[in-house]
């Protein structure tokens, strides 16, 4: 069988790491190519008003390619659009799109648009148009047409995966990569500090509840949709 190619995006370079790092870091060791895209600088992620916005995006790069050595990413690629300033705009979208034609992903996983009340506007528009990207401007040749020139052919997604879902459905064992996902996401330390025991009893304590639900140890849990052909 050919390799599969998941195509993970992330509003800000953490989110990802905290919501489904034990099921990139699995997908990675079953010989998965994970793509990583990273919508944000991440560049307001602080309380610390003597860190400099720019010197912080620089660190949170670096942080998360070390996060994407933990697991074995295939590639990291940065967006770089500012911080707290995502939009649902023709330029976000043309930027996802080419990704997806790019990479051409079996699988995309992204974070859930419809939270309701308190939620990160980020959040809610790398998740819209992620969607939106996918279905169905990646698939048809007239939405980008400019692509086509440059070689990148329109490409359809079949299968979604939501990561901080409202209303779950698919979970994975990640048993065996809470080492892996503590590492990933402990490589952002400007976000979540450094590794120690008592984070890692808080998240074996939120992966185990969700892992009681299929029986299994320890689980992240997602919504799938899979696209009719
Ligand atoms: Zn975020």
């Known amino acids: 069988m050919d390799q599969e ?4 995006v992330t509003p800000h370079p953490d989110d990802s790491e905290s919501a489904a790092g034990g099921t990139i870091a699995r997908w990675c060791a079953e010989g998965k190519r994970v793509v990583l895209v990273v919508c944000t600088d991440g560049s307001k992620g602080t309380g610390d008003r003597s860190i400099v916005p720019a010197d912080l995006a620089k660190t949170r790069e670096k942080e998360t390619l070390n996060a994407a050595k933990v697991y074995g990413l295939a590639e990291v690629v940065f967006l770089r659009l500012p911080d707290q300033a995502l939009e649902d705009t023709e330029e976000f979208r043309e930027k996802i799109v080419r990704q997806i034609r790019t990479h051409r992903p079996d699988i995309v996983l992204s974070i859930e648009p419809n ?12 998740g819209r148009v992620t969607l939106d990207a996918v279905f169905p401007y990646a698939r048809d040749h007239l939405a980008f047409p400019e692509h086509l020139a440059e070689g990148l052919e329109p490409h359809k997604v079949e299968d979604i995966w939501i990561y901080r879902a ?19 996401l402990h ?11 008592e984070r890692d009893e808080r998240s074996k304590k939120r992966l185990t509840e969700a892992g009681a639900k299929m029986g299994v140890g320890m689980a992240e849990q997602f919504k799938r949709i899979k696209m009719n052909r």
Not at 115 to 126: E, G, L, N, T, W
Not at 166 to 184: M, S
Not at 187 to 197: I, K, L, N, P, Y
């Open 166 to 184: 409202e209303e779950p459905d698919t979970f994975v064992d990640v048993t065996d990569y809470f080492e892996a996902r503590q590492n990933a």
């Open 187 to 197: 490589s952002h330390v400007s976000q979540v500090g450094e590794r120690t025991d």
């Open 5 to 8: 190619t998941v195509l993970v």
């Open 115 to 126: 939270r309701p009340y308190i939620r990160h506007r980020d959040h809610v528009m790398a």
